[in-house]
């Protein structure tokens, strides 16, 4: 390869620092000001003696097509109002990050009513004999519908997975106690080093082994590790990888993460895990954030409705899941992909194709890091600093009903939106053309994950996974 | 001021800077990324902070950043 450098001028070696990206310059930003924003509306309508409740409105259960219509005719002006400030929120950050709000509001549009079907269906007096959970029911009436039919390319606008399941994430902080957090954080980060660091290795080793380059075995590694999608594309960009590996581990993460979906919920059921121990479980071993969300809730919806079949509080699948994936695994997304780039540009030889990668930089940490989880801890602490003004009493009769309840509602309906989104988006023949050599350095680094994740999860460390969902 | 020196420095130079961040062939369209590297916007998003500054070099269809160089950049108009 030419010494490019070589040639230049002064004037032209000169390297222009790279231009600060704002707080507004991406979806994860959004989500931190789109989920505090509605954290603290429902806060000062809670402290003018109002609440937000009227607006987070959802079916109720019903028997009867009559009664579900009665039910929804009543509150048709919370709906409009509900999609209205979803389409307005949604669509002022799609718009400053130069997305098509012609085709995102029409789209949009089509995805609320989609979710409120879900809703309905999943409010059904017997939904639960059916295990009619409404992540599940979205995902697959998603699959079915995306894999039956060619959806029309403005649709596709609409389904911003990532960015409903962000503003989700920290929509679920204003719901999760702050010293909870500090204290489960160090176990969580313990766990999840333990396993990503055997699961990368694994994959990149095995990768290795099978003859592929070790910037697309990398790429791999990372992401069957970290955070599936967005790890993969960080660390591609990080090593300069080529796009179809990047494609490729994307698509294995999809693959393998929708398989999971299904899997560890009823791997969880069959083994008798606790909600607690099961949400820390599909965090440790699912491959994307909005995936293993649909697992945890399923697992914690099934849990509702079995009887006290599964022990511990509901909630606590999502609640140990994003504890596990979102505080102890996605957090080292920039650590990763700044280490890489540098045993990258120092250790590997220089990319075939004459790419020059310029020097690592530690700023990349920071730029990469996932901006949606400090919205997630300071919606946290909060509503938790609020609560710290009331008994545990009060906090129950008057807090939980007027503000965490509704907050909670908003939440379901960004991670169904989410769900239902995964679902249109996913073509399963695309699936397939991944090649045998990544599909087995990746499935190596599945089965390491699952049953490391398993025995840390439901054994190592059960007890404390278990004194969480108690709470 | 600094508008009217930035427009100025590639006369000034003589030639603009080499870098990908200034090349044509870099593709900076965050949409257009999503329909090229498939599955992304599947479980993940060009739009989050995880793709960082990263961008696709649509001569070498890998992923480059913006102080990356090689020998076909071509510079913006």
Request: with cysteine; aromatic share 8%.
């Given at each position: 390869m030419s010494d490019i450098t070589s040639e230049l001028t002064p004037t032209q070696t000169e390297v222009r620092p790279t231009p600060r990206l704002g707080a507004f310059a991406n979806e994860d930003w959004w989500s931190v000001w789109i989920g505090l924003a509605l954290v603290t509306v429902a806060w000062l309508l809670f402290a003018s003696g109002s609440s937000i409740k009227w607006l987070a409105v959802a079916p109720a259960k019903w028997t009867s097509a009559s009664q579900l219509g009665q039910d929804l005719l009543a509150h048709l002006p919370n709906y409009l109002a509900l999609f209205a400030l979803f389409a307005l929120l949604f669509g002022i950050a799609l718009a400053s990050l130069r997305q098509r709000l012609a085709q995102f509001l029409p789209a949009f549009l089509i995805l609320f009513l989609g979710a409120l079907a879900i809703f309905m269906v999943s409010a059904w007096a017997q939904a639960s004999h059916y295990n009619l959970e409404g992540p599940l029911v979205a995902l697959v009436v998603g699959l079915l519908i995306s894999n039956l039919f060619r959806l029309p390319e403005w649709f596709l606008?609409?389904?911003?997975?990532?960015?409903?399941?962000?503003?989700?994430?920290?929509?679920?902080?204003?719901?999760l106690p702050f010293t909870l957090l500090v204290w489960a954080g160090p176990v969580a980060v313990g766990q999840a080093t333990i396993v990503s660091l055997l699961t990368f290795f694994a994959i990149f080793l095995a990768g290795k082994a099978l003859g592929l380059d070790r910037r697309f075995?990398?790429?791999?590694?990372?992401?069957?590790?970290?955070?599936?999608?967005?790890?993969?594309?960080?660390?591609?960009?990080?090593?300069?990888?080529?796009?179809?590996?990047?494609?490729?581990?994307?698509?294995?993460?999809?693959l393998w993460a929708i398989v999971m979906?299904?899997?560890?919920?009823?791997?969880?059921?069959?083994?008798?895990?606790?909600?607690?121990?099961?949400?820390?479980?599909?965090?440790?071993?699912?491959?994307?954030?909005?995936?293993?969300?649909?697992?945890?809730?399923?697992?914690?919806?099934?849990?509702?409705?079995?009887?006290?079949?599964?022990?511990?509080?509901?909630?606590?699948?999502?609640?140990?899941?994003?504890?596990?994936?979102?505080?102890?695994?996605?957090?080292?997304?920039?650590?990763?992909?700044?280490?890489?780039?540098?045993?990258?540009?120092?250790?590997?030889?220089?990319?075939?194709?004459?790419?020059?990668?310029?020097?690592?930089?530690?700023?990349?940490?920071?730029?990469?890091?996932?901006?949606?989880?400090?919205?997630?801890?300071?919606?946290?602490?909060?509503?938790?600093?609020?609560?710290?003004?009331?008994?545990?009493?009060?906090?129950?009769?008057?807090?939980?009903?007027?503000?965490?309840?509704?907050?909670?509602?908003?939440?379901?309906?960004?991670?169904?939106?989410?769900?239902?989104s995964i679902g249109l988006t996913t073509r399963l023949r695309a699936l397939t053309a991944t090649g045998w050599k990544p599909f087995l350095a990746f499935t190596a680094g599945v089965v390491i994950n699952i049953i490391v994740g398993y025995v840390l999860s439901a054994h190592v460390f059960a007890a404390y996974w278990n004194s969480l969902g108690q709470g | 001021?600094?508008?009217?020196?930035?427009?100025?420095?590639?006369?000034?130079?003589?030639?603009?800077?080499?870098?990908?961040?200034?090349?044509?062939?870099?593709?900076?369209?965050?949409?257009?990324?999503?329909?090229?590297?498939?599955?992304?916007?599947?479980?993940?998003?060009?739009?989050?902070?995880?793709?960082?500054?990263?961008?696709?070099?649509?001569?070498?269809?890998?992923?480059?950043?913006?102080?990356?160089?090689c020998a076909h950049f071509s510079g913006k108009a």
């Open positions: 606008a609409g389904l911003r997975v990532e960015f409903y399941i962000k503003v989700g994430i920290v929509l679920l902080g204003a719901t075995a990398a790429v791999l590694g990372v992401g069957g590790a970290v955070c599936g999608v967005s790890a993969s594309i960080a660390i591609a960009g990080a090593v300069r990888a080529r796009r179809e590996q990047a494609s490729i581990a994307i698509t294995l993460v999809i979906i299904f899997v560890l919920p009823y791997a969880s059921r069959a083994l008798g895990l606790s909600t607690a121990v099961a949400g820390a479980w599909i965090g440790t071993s699912e491959f994307a954030d909005a995936a293993g969300i649909a697992a945890a809730q399923a697992y914690g919806d099934s849990a509702k409705n079995a009887g006290g079949a599964i022990l511990g509080a509901p909630d606590a699948a999502v609640q140990t899941f994003t504890l596990m994936k979102v505080v102890g695994r996605d957090i080292w997304i920039g650590i990763w992909a700044f280490v890489l780039a540098w045993v990258a540009t120092t250790r590997w030889d220089a990319p075939a194709d004459g790419v020059q990668a310029g020097k690592p930089k530690a700023g990349e940490i920071w730029a990469r890091f996932p901006k949606f989880v400090i919205g997630f801890v300071l919606a946290s602490a909060l509503v938790t600093w609020i609560a710290s003004y009331y008994s545990l009493a009060d906090y129950r009769k008057v807090i939980t009903p007027q503000v965490i309840a509704p907050i909670t509602a908003l939440r379901t309906w960004a991670f169904i939106l989410c769900f239902l | 001021m600094s508008a009217l020196r930035d427009a100025l420095r590639p006369v000034v130079a003589g030639a603009v800077s080499p870098r990908c961040a200034d090349c044509i062939h870099r593709l900076n369209d965050r949409r257009a990324i999503e329909q090229k590297v498939s599955g992304l916007a599947v479980l993940g998003s060009a739009y989050g902070a995880s793709i960082g500054s990263s961008r696709l070099c649509l001569i070498h269809e890998c992923l480059v950043s913006p102080e990356d160089r």
